[in-house]
């Protein structure tokens, strides 16, 4: 067998990301006509595809390495000399921090995560936030100058963003324009002569939606505002709102959102940009908003080793109803809960580890519609034992054997998944006010309705699965019994036609696996009948099979319904659109 030298295992690596970079550009590329074509069914076809990319390209170099250099022949150090010829390679490219991850990824798929460190991997990136020679070259938003007047700035947008569809009504299109930036802007913004309106060349695209992601600035002073976008008929695009609210584009961008469709030429300063809108948000977070959910893990995992050395908190287990299937934990002073599929499952759970796998893949590349958090998976993930509240570990190492050891002082989790911390609805519902109360089951209803509307049925929908997130939404969080809306088969409890059926303290009828009774979730979800009453006024639909067989028709029609995360119309403190 040749040997390869260390500057062609670099090369082979490189050669791998950039052919997954070229797929995953084409792929989004392809968002603007899907959206202009209207191509809804493929717009969730190409999230799902691009997403699978990169485990593809991980395993397409590993095979090559494997085959043209032999795994004898990759050492530590032919990797470390490899990691230094790699770090020249990317020198000019304007993604390097990207890949620097995919090299991350190649050397844990050969070596297990074993030894890893900065002299094999990129536990720090070699880039710092610079993000390579590249960096500053190329602009990454227009700006437009207030030193025009006002409509003349938004025919301008509107003549630069124009789809080949066209505007469906453009002088109602300026009129949203004009409307959200008086909303927003203060008086004095108007008498600085510095004061200029930037916007992100590219156009940002999801599901049914399309967004201009901007800012207003003045005097060292930034605004986020963003124009969402839709092409509901064939008279072409309309301006559906103008965000905003601080709080409101945040939500665009959320956790519980699929990823968006954006050509990223230089990432760390797309990054740099969102970050000046939304200071609240840490880069990982956006970095996997825009699609690179691999980088995501990377930036993750450096801001939480930080933050560990700058806390002394132990992990414990996370409050809330014990699963049958997940040990959850947490560290209290983070916003995180890390999640381990057990050893055992409860006797009601009839999944294997492997359904639960698949149920958490199917989320990752599933509309997440606002109503389902993102997860990240790890592998041989090392915490230090010291931070370990005993009573943690011990139910740990007790339930989940097979997945948690314990080397060299650190606790190594051979597989786990981390999801932002969000507090149980059960538990929410035990301290809130009357209002906070009602709006939390209207949230939750509307959670459910809108995961059934994007063919997604939860499966258990008690109140313990589902969590509240800062912003007073509820999402659902436990995955191990999701399914497709249209595999479920919805019946009504048949009437007894003896007084023994009548009488009988089991059910008398025949129950398939996939029968659901929906009678039966007003008592099985709530067993205060004073919340029962409360919930089933807002949303008694849901206790009937009806309902549910007709949205399975819809979904079968092939109807695709829209959530979007934000109201229509200006949505700013005490303004809206008539």
Known sequence: MKIYSPRQVAQTILDGFAAYRHQFINITLGARDRFESQAWRDVQRAAQERIDLYEDAVEAVHRTLSERVGYENLTLEIWAEARRDYIILIQERTDPELCETFFNSIYCDIFRHQNINDETAFLNSWFGDQGGNATGQVDIFMRYSFADPLPDVCDRILDDYEFSVGWADRKLARKHMIAGIEALVPNQFWTDTSARFELLKPVF????????????????????????????????????????????????????????MVDVPIPVDFVAFLQTLMPAKQKH???SAIGFYK????????????????????????????????????????????????????????????????????????????????????????????????????????????????????????HLY??????????????????????ALDEYGQAIKQLAAANIFPGDMLLKNFGVTRHGRVVFYDYDEISYLTEVNFRKIPEPQTYEQEMASEPWYHIAPEDVFPEEFATFLFPSVHIRKEFAAM????????????????????????????????????????
């Open 205 to 260: 695209y999801r599901n049914k939606g399309a967004y201009l992601v901007g800012r207003l600035v003045t005097e060292g002073t930034i605004y986020p505002i963003v124009f969402a976008l839709m092409h509901r008929t064939d008279q072409g695009i309309e301006i559906d709102a103008v965000i905003v609210d601080p709080e409101e584009v945040s939500v665009v961008f959320s956790f519980t959102r699929s990823y968006f």
């Open 285 to 287: 977070e956006l970095y």
């Open 295 to 414: 980088h995501g893990k990377t930036e993750f995992v450096r801001v939480f080793k930080r933050h560990l050395l700058q806390s002394d908190d132990q992990f414990v287990i996370a409050p809330g109803i014990k699963g049958l299937v997940m040990c959850v934990f947490t560290l209290p002073s983070s916003e995180i809960v890390f999640k381990l599929i057990k050893d055992k499952f409860g006797p009601s759970k009839n999944v294997t580890r492997q359904v639960v796998l698949d149920k958490y893949h199917l989320v990752k590349v599933h509309d997440r519609v606002g109503r389902m958090a993102d997860t990240q998976e790890f592998s041989n993930f090392a915490l230090p034992l010291e931070r370990f509240d005993p009573e943690c570990l011990d139910e740990l190492m007790d339930l989940c054997a097979n997945s948690v050891t314990i080397e060299d002082e650190q606790v190594v989790i051979k």
């Open 418 to 439: 981390i999801e932002r911390r969000m507090t149980p609805l059960n538990l929410y519902l035990e301290t809130a006010s009357d209002e906070a109360r009602h709006n």
């Open 539 to 578: 949303h008694g639909d849901l206790f009937d099979a009806e309902y549910w067989i007709g949205l399975q028709a819809r979904i079968r029609e092939g109807q695709m319904m829209e959530f979007f995360p934000y109201k229509t119309g200006v949505t700013a403190p005490g303004w809206s659109i008539v």
